[in-house]
Every structure is written in structure tokens, then in C-alpha cells.
């Protein structure tokens, strides 16, 4: 016990700068940036209304996120069911496009997504 206390008194700052280093990571992994993806297809007439939706009201100048194409590119699709199991949804189901990940929430189908952007004014 008195080697715990002599350790920690003599090297006080470098446990002081330990445990802020603890904290500040914690911090910084807590806040990092979550990347929002839309996931489309070209083909899709709901993912027109979204991206409609998107250009005429400057929805990419309020929130930044990727925009992934499902239909040619099985590396998105594969994606868009990673996100869907994350939200803990059924992928043995269909999963549709439009598909929005904000980072903890899915959102299917252009209505949804749309609302959701509509309350970021």
C-alpha cells in the first residue's frame, strides 16, 4: 500500500496527465463525425422526389452525407444491409431505396427521408 502511495506521489503529473488523456480520448471517440449516407437507385422514382427534394431546398448545404448508388454497385448494396442490420432491421425482407443511415436511425422511402430533412430547418 505505502509503494501505491509513494508511486502515485511521485509521478502525480503523470497520472493526472493520464487520466486527461483517458477523458479527452473518450471525448473526441464520443463526438467523432457519423457519416450519413443516402443510399438510391437511378432508376427509382422515390429517390427523384428525395433528390428533388435535396437540390431545391439546399439540404447538402445544412448536413454533409454520402450518396451511395445500390442498384450497379453490389459493395453499396452490401452497405445499405450493413446499415439496415445496424438500425435492426429484417434484411431477409426487401429493403428499399431511398435508404437513409443519419448515423443511428434508418429512414425508408422518400416521405420519411423528406420529413426528416424538413426538420432541419
Known amino acids: 500500500m505505502d509503494k501505491i502511495k509513494i508511486f502515485f506521489k511521485s509521478n502525480r503529473i503523470l497520472v493526472i496527465l493520464a487520466v486527461a488523456a483517458i477523458f479527452i480520448g473518450a471525448i473526441i471517440y464520443a ?3 457519423t457519416t450519413m449516407i443516402l443510399f438510391y437507385s437511378d432508376s427509382c422514382p ?11 431546398n439546399g439540404i ?5 452525407f454520402e450518396e451511395k448508388e445500390v442498384a450497379q454497385n453490389q459493395t453499396n448494396a452490401t452497405l445499405l444491409e450493413r446499415k439496415a ?21 434508418c429512414l425508408m422511402g422518400d416521405e420519411p427521408i423528406i420529413n426528416y430533412f424538413k426538420a432541419l430547418k
Open 46 to 56: 422515390h429517390c427523384q422526389n428525395v433528390e428533388t427534394y435535396i437540390n431545391e
Open 60 to 64: 447538402k448545404n445544412k448536413i454533409k
Open 85 to 105: 442490420k445496424e438500425c435492426g432491421l429484417d434484411t431477409a425482407q426487401s429493403l428499399g431505396v431511398p435508404f437513409f443511415f443519419d448515423g443511428q436511425e
Open 31 to 33: 463526438k467523432r463525425p
